[in-house]
């Protein structure tokens, strides 16, 4: 009896099996979160492919952990549902896509089987492809395909043991995860695989470790409601492991060589991490997140005195931050007035916000470069939003998915996604609205104007990498267009110049500046000067955008 038991155990699963595998693939996504952030090629302070991942799983978790003995109709409406409304960021979104479509490849079965695997596989893949304009080769979605591909091949070979046919398939992923560095030659010169193949990588072989018979904690920790981004502000908290970010200028009295300056490095590193430290004739500029900031001001004075010094906690800026949101997000009101068309907006920064609104944006969803909303997100602020048509403007490529999911799920209102992928294309889509036009006149009139709209945006390093042909290390500066990264240096003001520089043609005639939270007006105002000066025969204006993370935001129209 036992091993009749058994040996069907190996050949079919049901569906208290496949939750289990689906909540151990979905822990083990989360362990491996941060790992996988730091598999995005670029640089950048917001490379959240594994947290965006994590987030859009764990949606669906809560949905199944909350489940008592389901059947797998049930299940599989649990898994994807939440795995829809939760998703956030293009990798959320096409991994919930290929939940999706998993889903409706078993839920009309008790148990699943090889063959009905394969099948599912297959959907899963199919449904996801679907979801992306232009699928590229190399990514999650090429994962996915050679995990399918191998599935179907063991299926239709008589593979019947579930054991073997897991293994094989997450062996076959894993080398077609290890070739996507040739696929894409930006993954091969960062020295990467692709970060949302890796984390589709660890939700296979969660499963498959359940499956196995490894002990696992499978429990899900309750969170708020998928809406806020409360819960996920407050994890960010937790994982602050440096509160305080201590900036000083160093006025030199004393040599202070390479081998000094190698020796200084290494004991900030010693206290902390996000080093810069930058020599420049007889000062030395410093930068490091610290739990003990006298420790890095008391090794600096062995070389001379101190100037400009800013000493800034971290973690109570987080929890100020939290409160604002909470303030903004309480203080919106569904419209008081029914109105025939409404606009939503992706936005994070003070200056920015009040932009959009005096432009008629009618909610701003806080988010954007380090906070991707989710489809849920989307949706709240779709029903907030009293009019028979909204247009949403998610003003980041990362964003534009889920914006395009919330459309697909809402009914009741003409949802229209003008797919602005940075801030200045979404004030441009904005201002060129005109109210005697028809929704899809203006639709037509929008998408036409942003193809005219240059971005370029100022940002720092978060690790070494070479990347477009550029060496770049942690703390420097860079700018980055719609082109990649066109400058890199120690220097802000230099950066954003040469970046400025190299968005500007002869076609020009409005260059538009929005200096985040960290800039200083007197330096902006010189900034705007010196592009003034450059280019006589362009508008230069200067605006207070307030956006954390990247310095400065830049448009050419």
């Given at each position: 009896m036992i091993k009749e038991e058994v040996v069907v155990a190996l050949n079919t699963i049901d569906a208290r099996m496949f939750s289990k595998m689906f909540l151990a693939g979905a822990k083990n996504l989360e362990h491996k979160k941060e790992w996988i952030n730091e598999l995005n090629v670029f640089p950048v302070p917001d490379g959240d492919t594994g947290t965006n991942m994590t987030m859009t799983i764990m949606s669906a978790a809560k949905e199944v952990a909350a489940l008592e003995d389901?059947?797998?109709?049930?299940?599989?409406?649990?898994?994807?549902?939440?795995?829809?409304?939760?998703?956030?960021?293009?990798?959320?979104?096409?991994?919930?896509?290929?939940?999706?479509?998993?889903?409706?490849?078993?839920?009309?079965?008790?148990?699943?089987?090889?063959?009905?695997?394969?099948?599912?596989?297959?959907?899963?893949?199919?449904?996801?492809?679907?979801?992306?304009?232009?699928?590229?080769?190399?990514?999650?979605?090429?994962?996915?395909?050679?995990?399918?591909?191998?599935?179907?091949?063991?299926?239709?070979?008589?593979?019947?043991?579930?054991?073997?046919?897991?293994?094989?398939?997450?062996?076959?992923?894993?080398?077609?995860?290890?070739?996507?560095?040739?696929?894409?030659?930006?993954?091969?010169?960062?020295?990467?695989?692709?970060?949302?193949?890796?984390?589709?990588?660890?939700?296979?072989?969660?499963?498959?470790?359940?499956?196995?018979?490894?002990?696992?904690?499978?429990?899900?920790?309750?969170?708020?409601?998928?809406?806020?981004?409360?819960?996920?502000?407050?994890?960010?908290?937790?994982?602050?492991?440096?509160?305080?970010?201590?900036?000083?200028?160093?006025?030199?009295?004393?040599?202070?060589?390479?081998?000094?300056?190698?020796?200084?490095?290494?004991?900030?590193?010693?206290i902390g991490d996000s080093i810069v430290v930058v020599a420049d004739d007889d000062v030395v500029k410093v930068h490091v997140h610290t739990n003990d900031p006298g420790l890095a001001i008391q090794k600096a004075l062995k070389y001379g005195s101190l100037s400009n010094m800013k000493i800034d906690n971290m973690r109570l800026e987080h929890q100020e931050k939290l409160i604002r949101m909470s303030e903004k997000g309480a203080a919106v009101e569904t419209s008081a007035e029914k109105k025939e068309v409404g606009f939503i907006a992706v936005s994070v920064g003070e200056g920015i916000n009040e932009i959009l609104r005096s432009l008629g944006v009618d909610y701003i969803i806080e988010g954007g470069q380090t906070m991707n909303p989710s489809t849920e997100d989307m949706l709240n602020a779709i029903e907030k939003v009293d009019a028979d048509t909204i247009f949403i403007l998610p003003n980041n490529k990362n964003i534009i998915l889920a914006a395009n999911q919330a459309q697909s799920l809402v009914e009741d209102k003409n949802i229209m996604v003008i797919p602005t992928k940075t801030v200045p294309q979404g004030i441009t889509a904005v201002i060129n609205y005109v109210p005697d036009l028809t929704p899809e006149e203006n639709e037509a009139n929008m998408l036409e104007e942003i193809k005219n709209v240059r971005t370029g945006q100022v940002t720092y390093a978060v690790r070494d990498t070479v990347i477009d042909d550029k060496t770049i290390k942690q703390g420097d500066f860079m700018g980055i267009t719609d082109k990649g990264i066109r400058a890199v240096d120690t220097q802000m003001d230099q950066v954003t110049f040469e970046m400025i520089e190299d968005m500007i043609d002869e076609d020009v005639e409005l260059i538009s500046i929005y200096y985040g939270s960290d800039v200083d007006e007197e330096d902006a105002e010189k900034l705007r000067a010196k592009v003034e000066a450059q280019h006589v025969d362009c508008d230069v204006e200067l605006q207070f955008g307030g956006q954390p993370i990247y310095y400065y935001i830049v448009s050419a129209e």
């Open positions: 389901p059947d797998m109709k049930t299940l599989a409406k649990a898994i994807s549902s939440g795995s829809l409304r939760g998703a956030r960021g293009n990798s959320g979104v096409i991994l919930s896509q290929l939940l999706r479509g998993l889903t409706k490849g078993v839920n009309e079965h008790d148990e699943i089987d090889t063959h009905i695997f394969a099948d599912a596989f297959e959907k899963a893949v199919e449904t996801a492809y679907k979801a992306v304009m232009k699928p590229k080769e190399g990514t999650i979605l090429t994962v996915a395909k050679g995990a399918a591909d191998k599935a179907r091949e063991l299926a239709d070979a008589g593979c019947d043991d579930l054991n073997s046919f897991f293994g094989q398939i997450i062996e076959h992923a894993a080398y077609v995860l290890n070739q996507t560095p040739e696929m894409l030659p930006v993954l091969k010169q960062a020295g990467v695989v692709d970060s949302g193949g890796q984390g589709l990588l660890e939700v296979l072989k969660g499963a498959y470790d359940i499956f196995q018979g490894k002990e696992l904690d499978l429990s899900i920790v309750d969170v708020a409601p998928v809406a806020s981004r409360m819960a996920a502000e407050s994890q960010e908290e937790v994982n602050i492991k440096f509160g305080y970010c201590t900036e000083f200028i160093i006025l030199l009295e004393r040599n202070f060589n390479i081998k000094n300056e190698i020796d200084f490095k290494e004991y900030l590193e010693s």
